[in-house]
T-cell receptor
């Protein structure tokens, strides 16, 4: 069946360093969504990308959707301790949303 | 606007018992999704309801079931509880299939 793979599973960074998580689908996606789950919290929707090659920015966060609409990335510039949490991508296909396993980010002050 | 609500917050059951978890979606949302999140793991899709019908089901045994009521609220039932069912159960709603999902705070189920 359709799979959405996300790497890395864990990432430990020093505050101020950059961070990137990657998402790859086995099939072409209609859209990609990104969510953030803070420790002890629930996933919160961050953004949706729909167009091939689309790039969107939210302050220090940059989201990209690949040209083939099979991969995506989330890049955080100059991480802060408030960025701690698990970042999930979710690929949309035929109305279904398939979540990746997430990347858990820890930031050392 | 009120968010997705879930009850109870915590639920403790013993092996073999049945658990019922409840979810109220955001007003105007017709799709409700259920996920299982075991400690430290990702989101495992359980069930999707829309307009009162089960639309899709994840790779879980039949003892995981649910329903959606006419007011779009939903219930997840887990029968014959096993120790490995201990997890955070998250409910999410969306305005329609494929749109962004809004998650509730979850129900922490502990099976002893």
């Amino acid at each position: 069946g359709q799979q959405v793979m996300q790497i890395p599973q864990y990432q430990h960074v020093q505050e101020g360093e950059d961070f990137t998580t990657y998402c790859n689908s086995s099939t072409t996606l209609s859209n990609i969504q990104w969510y953030k789950q803070r420790p002890g919290g629930h996933p919160v929707f961050l953004i949706q990308l729909v167009k091939s090659g689309e790039v969107k920015k939210q302050k220090r966060l940059t989201f990209q959707f690949g040209e083939a609409k099979k991969n995506s990335s989330l890049h955080i510039t100059a991480t802060q301790t408030t960025d701690v949490g698990t970042y999930f991508c979710a690929g949309g296909s035929q109305g279904n949303l398939i979540f990746g396993k997430g990347t858990k980010l820890s930031v050392k002050p | 606007e009120a968010g997705v609500t879930q009850s109870p917050t915590h639920l403790i059951k013993t092996r073999g018992q049945q658990a019922t978890l409840r979810c109220s979606p955001i007003s105007g949302h017709t799709s409700v999704y259920w996920y299982q999140q075991a400690l430290g793991l990702g989101l495992q899709f359980l069930l999707w309801y829309d307009e009162g019908e089960e639309r899709n089901r994840g790779n879980f045994p039949p003892r995981f079931s649910g329903r959606q009521f006419p007011n779009y609220s939903s219930e997840l039932n887990v029968n014959a509880l096993e120790l490995e069912d201990s997890a955070l159960y998250l409910c999410a709603s969306s305005i329609d299939r494929g749109y962004e999902q809004y998650f509730g705070p979850g129900t922490r189920l502990t099976v002893t």
